[in-house]
């Protein structure tokens, strides 16, 4: 299968390279001592990626922890026979502890009020319920006040009840990609936050368990933080948190988006492109259309400003993004006609369209155009440059 055909994927497609994956793994283990943990971030379908084929080639290459946001992320993955260790980082409804406790999937335990119903629902089941402890070290999200005496001695009491397992200690820095002397200052001053809360509980006898606070950020620019885990996020998928953290590793992107050309057709000047006649022509112009469009994750703000990769050079799109269509100038590029390979993330002979590129012209991050790429784009997966699976969300395929 060569999945630059594009009869292959009919319409639009994402290639996701494990091999990629791999190598930021390995990367960001490089700035870890030898018994320092890893936890693979990989909620939100892993970023847009593929939760069950990211997991998979994690647990291969030697991740030690998995981390979603919800119950079902997790569920999922147990589903698939994953077997690693999983961290709920946020919510999850306390009558789902038994799920909970048969899957083995640890909660993270976030207020005094969710831990107490949560000790009363797996009291009421019979059930024991594995937990890390969320401190809230500043960002003000959730987790247990660690300037609060109340919630502190709350905290160390979690650790004796014995409806819970509580096995992990956690916070979460705000601004760890932000390189100003005002967001360094901050997030030393939540590091010594959460580590000032462990050694508190430290002291009345607590054995914290597994302390992590860092995720790729921190990971990249204050090795000396790693505790004893890490959460891989970004890194993984190849992408920075920031600009502020690059060239320290080597990272690889790991996913490519791609379309076809549908049509070409010349349009004489003074004619408008597109819904609300967006884009005038002024000159003969021949445009391309592509099947893809803002319900596939291309957002309408891309108007007359993103461009697309055709036979290595840049074709601008023309006027507003449809729903499923986007229409391109390729005046200026020779032969190009129904049929032809389109990147609309990703590389293209010498030419180069990133995520961060595109974030930065929606005003948002790459994670958010990672994410928001539809379930419909169909996922294709490369191993050692071949294609080893794919995923069709829309036909509940994997093949």
């Known amino acids: ?62 991740a030690d922890w998995l981390g979603v946001a919800c119950y079902d992320e997790a569920l999922s993955l147990r589903a698939a026979g994953i077997r690693l260790p999983i961290l ?11 799920g909970l406790a048969e899957q083995e999937i640890t909660q993270a335990i ?16 019979g059930v024991r319920v594995k937990g890390h402890l969320k401190i809230d070290s500043g960002m003000h999200r959730i987790g247990f006040n660690p300037l609060s005496r109340e919630e502190m001695e709350l905290a160390r009491e979690l650790y004796e009840w014995p409806e819970l397992e509580m096995t992990g200690i956690f916070s979460h820095f705000c601004c760890a990609d932000e390189s100003d002397e005002e967001s360094r200052a901050f997030t030393r001053m939540q590091f010594d ?11 009345q006898g607590v054995d914290c368990g597994i302390r992590h606070c860092s995720g790729t950020a ?15 996020g970004i ?61 596939d994750g291309y957002p309408r703000c891309f108007c007359n400003r993103a461009k697309m990769l055709i036979r290595g050079q840049f074709a601008p799109v023309l006027g507003k993004i449809c729903m499923d269509q986007v229409m391109l100038d390729v005046t200026h590029i020779p032969g190009v006609q129904a049929g032809d390979l389109v990147t609309v993330a990703g590389r293209d002979g010498e030419q180069q369209i990133t995520f961060d590129e595109l974030a930065a012209l929606s005003d948002t991050i790459n994670y958010d155009r990672t994410c928001s790429l ?24 994997v093949r």
């Open 1 to 62: 299968m060569d999945w630059r055909d594009g009869s292959f994927m009919h319409r639009c497609w994402a290639v996701v390279d494990l091999d990629a994956f791999e190598e930021n793994y390995h990367a960001l283990r490089s700035r870890l001592r030898e018994d320092t943990k890893l936890l693979a971030v990989v909620k939100a379908d892993a970023y847009g990626h593929g939760d069950q084929q990211v997991a998979r080639l994690m647990e291969e290459v030697g």
């Open 88 to 98: 709920i980082l946020g919510h999850t409804p306390v009558e789902l502890c038994g």
């Open 110 to 125: 976030f207020s005094p009020q969710y831990a107490r119903d949560l000790r009363r629902e797996a009291a009421r089941r």
């Open 193 to 203: 936050r959460f580590s000032g809360a462990c050694r508190w509980l430290q002291e």
């Open 218 to 232: 921190a990971t990249i620019t204050h090795p000396e933080w790693q505790m004893d885990m890490v959460r891989g």
């Open 235 to 295: 890194g993984l998928y190849g992408m920075l948190p920031s600009d502020d953290s690059a060239g320290i590793i080597p990272l690889h992107p790991a996913m490519s988006l791609y379309t076809v050309v549908s049509m070409v057709k010349e349009v004489a000047p003074g004619e408008d492109i597109g819904y609300g006649r967006k884009f005038r022509t002024t000159a003969p112009t021949l445009v391309a259309t592509v099947p893809i469009g803002y319900a």
């Open 374 to 397: 539809a379930p419909r784009i169909p996922r294709v997966y490369l191993r050692h440059g071949q294609v080893a699976a794919v995923r069709d969300y829309l036909t509940c395929r």
